[in-house]
């Protein structure tokens, strides 16, 4: 009788052996890694491997593994070892071999410097297919979890208090352990009782550690025991330990510049992304889109005498509606730049009085001020002070530039670029591919790891965009 269905068997044999590229579809993601990853000079890596002993695994398999792995959610060793035994993905690009997790670890490890590399090959692959538009560069950061507990992070008083304790709980094991010893030698006699309990060794392991820590911590720093470099920033209103993970991208999407740095601030990172730009793909780009977190009068000064143009807003513009409405705001007094001179809303002229350095934000302003206030109606609503003054900065023209261009319906449609451009890559990061902490420790390997993120996220791209062409 004849059968409704297909053969059931798992042990059919076969006349010829099967190739595992059978089992990986023409379009997929892991064959374009693979011919991009095979066109790496990966020289410099393999020179630290020996012709003595067993052969190893070519440094491409394991580089587009990794690759892969990131581009698909997948940051563990282990996994991507047992991957390597299931997903035919993952035979594919292992040319069926199984390398186990430590070797997968330990060539991530210990190449991490190298990925810096293969992300700047990456952008000349995605330049060379025209997916780069270097005129107008985004740039941004987001908060990624370091992979350390935040309460592990102190200051030198914490590393003392945290030490006490630790002191008096090996003082306690070794009470217990000698007790038990004790016990132990009148049951056993001369069998061995000596061993270190795991416990005792575990707290001993513990204060050499804080011992480290504290004989180089300094006074009001705060370190964290189990990444030294990773530090307490703020993100998403809870203080957590984090890297400021920083990244530019093309008009297309493209990341161009991908680092960590430990700052809790994004308005250091402007000069050192453009630097890596130009430093990596030998370029300058014309315009820049960045939020108001990477303003400061030092960044519009140095973008003015390197003549780039900054779609950037300070942050005193985005509540420049609400401040025009509060009638006595500095931002109702009028600057008459020919005179020097501001004029307040009741008409008065506040002349410059003066220069004033301010120390803590490292800016030299020019003070003006009016002696008018004694007999104005409205002196209690302007000021508390005898006179009303108003500051300002030496290089405050730059920042009214910056404001003038976001003010313009080109600035603003060039400016809403970054809401499509850069930010969506986090969102992409985070929320589809998970990725939520780093696995490594140290800004080094944080570093690289984050490289290795970036080179999936850009070869996503180009499989996205050969997607498109051969739609069309």
Same mark, same amino acid.
């Given at each position: 009788?004849?059968?409704?269905?297909?053969?059931?068997?798992?042990?059919?044999?076969?006349?010829?052996?099967?190739?595992?590229?059978?089992?990986?579809?023409?379009?997929?993601?892991?064959?374009?890694?693979?011919?991009?990853?095979?066109?790496?000079?990966?020289?410099?890596?393999?020179?630290?491997?020996?012709?003595?002993?067993?052969?190893?695994?070519?440094?491409?398999?394991?580089?587009?593994?990794?690759?892969?792995?990131?581009?698909?959610?997948?940051?563990?060793?282990?996994?991507?070892?047992?991957?390597?035994?299931?997903?035919?993905?993952?035979?594919?690009?292992?040319?069926?071999?199984?390398?186990?997790?430590?070797?997968?670890?330990?060539?991530?490890?210990?190449?991490?410097?190298?990925?810096?590399?293969?992300?700047?090959?990456?952008?000349?692959?995605?330049?060379?297919?025209?997916?780069?538009?270097?005129?107008?560069?985004?740039?941004?950061?987001? %908060? &990624?979890?370091?992979?350390? #507990?935040?309460?592990?992070? $102190?200051? +030198?008083?914490?590393? @003392?208090?945290?030490?006490?304790? *630790?002191?008096?709980?090996?003082?306690?094991?070794?009470?217990?352990?000698?007790?038990?010893?004790?016990?132990?030698?009148?049951?056993?006699?001369?069998?061995?009782?000596?061993?270190?309990?795991?416990?005792?060794?575990?707290?001993?392991?513990?204060?050499? %550690? &804080?011992?480290?820590?504290? #004989?180089?911590?300094?006074? $009001?720093? +705060?370190?964290?025991? @189990?990444?030294?470099?990773?530090? *307490?920033?703020?993100?998403?209103?809870?203080?957590?330990?984090?890297?400021?993970?920083?990244?530019?991208?093309?008009?297309?999407?493209?990341?161009?510049?991908?680092?960590?740095?430990?700052?809790?601030?994004?308005?250091?990172?402007?000069?050192?992304?453009?630097?890596?730009?130009?430093?990596?793909?030998?370029?300058?780009?014309?315009?820049?889109?960045?939020?108001?977190?990477?303003?400061?009068?030092?960044?519009?000064?140095?973008?003015?005498?390197?003549?780039?143009?900054?779609?950037?807003?300070?942050?005193?513009?985005?509540?420049?509606?609400?401040?025009?409405?509060?009638?006595?705001?500095?931002?109702?007094?009028?600057?008459?730049?020919?005179?020097?001179?501001?004029?307040?809303?009741?008409?008065?002229?506040?002349?410059?009085?003066?220069?004033?350095?301010?120390?803590?934000?490292?800016?030299?302003?020019?003070?003006?001020?009016?002696?008018?206030?004694?007999?104005?109606?409205?002196?209690?609503?302007?000021?508390?002070?005898?006179?009303?003054?108003?500051?300002?900065?030496?290089?405050?023209?730059?920042?009214?530039?910056?404001?003038?261009?976001?003010?313009?319906?080109?600035?603003?449609?060039?400016?809403?670029?970054?809401?499509?451009?850069?930010?969506?890559?986090?969102?992409?990061?985070?929320?589809?591919?998970?990725?939520?902490?780093?696995?490594?420790?140290?800004?080094?390997?944080?570093?690289?790891?984050?490289?290795?993120?970036?080179?999936?996220?850009?070869?996503?791209?180009?499989?996205?965009?050969?997607?498109?062409?051969?739609?069309?």
């Amino acid at each position: 009788m004849q059968s409704k269905f297909k053969h059931n068997a798992n042990e059919q044999m076969y006349l010829l052996p099967l190739s595992v590229e059978e089992f990986v579809p023409e379009n997929h993601l892991s064959r374009l890694i693979h011919e991009i990853v095979e066109k790496f000079d990966t020289s410099n890596i393999e020179s630290n491997y020996s012709y003595l002993g067993q052969k190893s695994y070519h440094p491409k398999c394991l580089l587009q593994l990794w690759i892969y792995g990131y581009a698909t959610g997948t940051y563990s060793g282990r996994k991507l070892a047992t991957k390597c035994e299931s997903d035919t993905a993952y035979m594919y690009l292992a040319n069926m071999h199984k390398p186990d997790f430590r070797t997968l670890n330990d060539f991530r490890k210990d190449n991490i410097e190298t990925f810096n590399k293969y992300f700047i090959d990456i952008v000349k692959v995605c330049n060379e297919l025209g997916m780069v538009n270097f005129g107008v560069i985004a740039i941004d950061g987001t %908060k &990624i979890r370091a992979n350390a #507990a935040t309460h592990r992070s $102190k200051d +030198k008083e914490g590393y @003392t208090k945290w030490l006490d304790r *630790i002191n008096k709980q090996i003082e306690e094991l070794h009470k217990k352990a000698e007790q038990i010893n004790a016990e132990e030698d009148k049951l056993y006699g001369n069998k061995r009782g000596d061993e270190i309990p795991k416990a005792l060794q575990k707290k001993e392991r513990l204060k050499s %550690k &804080i011992e480290k820590v504290l #004989a180089k911590i300094k006074d $009001k720093e +705060k370190i964290n025991l @189990t990444d030294e470099d990773a530090k *307490i920033i703020k993100s998403h209103g809870r203080h957590q330990t984090n890297y400021n993970a920083q990244g530019s991208v093309s008009s297309n999407g493209i990341l161009l510049t991908s680092y960590v740095c430990t700052s809790p601030s994004d308005k250091e990172q402007l000069i050192p992304h453009l630097e890596t730009l130009e430093k990596n793909h030998a370029l300058k780009p014309e315009n820049i889109l960045a939020d108001s977190g990477y303003s400061s009068y030092d960044n519009y000064e140095w973008l003015d005498k390197n003549n780039i143009t900054a779609y950037m807003p300070d942050q005193q513009f985005e509540n420049s509606d609400n401040n025009a409405q509060k009638p006595y705001h500095p931002c109702n007094f009028k600057y008459d730049e020919k005179n020097d001179c501001y004029t307040c809303p009741q008409g008065d002229i506040l002349k410059f009085h003066h220069h004033y350095q301010d120390q803590r934000h490292k800016q030299q302003t020019k003070v003006y001020q009016t002696t008018a206030c004694k007999t104005c109606v409205v002196h209690s609503l302007c000021t508390s002070a005898t006179y009303r003054t108003i500051h300002r900065e030496l290089r405050e023209h730059l920042r009214q530039q910056s404001r003038n261009r976001l003010t313009t319906p080109e600035g603003k449609q060039l400016y809403q670029q970054r809401q499509y451009t850069i930010e969506p890559i986090w969102g992409n990061l985070k929320f589809n591919r998970k990725f939520n902490m780093f696995s490594l420790r140290g800004r080094k390997k944080v570093n690289g790891e984050f490289n290795l993120l970036s080179i999936a996220e850009n070869i996503l791209k180009v499989f996205n965009h050969k997607l498109k062409l051969q739609e069309i």
